[in-house]
């Protein structure tokens, strides 16, 4: 729905896993969308080129890159992408919310999984690295003059963020 609602036809993913969240981004994206996805693990991009194939996908609409996303989002082009869906590592996401900046064209969709990182984002009490680490970020996000935030609450959250 996210990617329909902002007309995607150039999408990055951040944490491939089996696909599930590729073919959504797949099914919301224009005819002719693209989805590159990044992981570390060939494994998963194996099981998710496969679910890709078993919808009926076209094999060019998924563009499957190995590798740690820090070292591959910078060879992508600056202003190119329409959404930029971040999965993968927390502590990372900070370096890649930078990259998503400069990835996404002006009105492009910064989309965050796990944003409430199992409800103890609101525990002040919560003080674990990862915890704080999603934390920090969300107040970032909403800080910056440069995004335009909102929290969807439901599951383990979704920020949203769209660049102005």
């Known amino acids: 729905m996210l ?24 099914r919301g994206s224009a005819p002719d969308g693209v989805v590159t996805t990044i992981d570390v693990d060939g494994e998963v991009q194996r099981a998710a080129r496969e679910a890709v194939a078993d919808d009926g ?23 190119a992408y329409d959404l930029v869906f971040l999965d993968g590592d927390e502590r990372e996401h900070p370096a890649c919310v930078e990259q998503a900046l400069r990835l996404l064209r002006p009105g492009g969709l910064l989309v965050l999984d796990h944003a409430l990182w199992r409800g103890k984002v609101a525990d002040p009490a919560a003080r674990d690295a990862s915890t704080v680490a999603v934390r920090d970020l969300g107040r970032t996000i909403a800080e910056d003059e440069r995004w335009l935030p909102a929290l969807l609450p439901g599951g383990d959250g979704l920020l949203l963020a769209v660049k102005r």
């Not at 329909?4 to 797949?26: D, F, K, P, Y």
């Not at 076209?58 to 600056?78: K, Q, Y």
């Open 3 to 26: 990617a329909a609602a902002v007309r995607a036809r150039t999408i990055v993913e951040v944490g491939t896993g089996a696909g599930v969240s590729t073919l959504c981004l797949l």
């Open 57 to 79: 996908q076209r094999s060019n609409r998924a563009r499957m890159i190995g590798g740690r996303a820090l070292e591959v989002l910078p060879r992508l082009t600056d202003g």
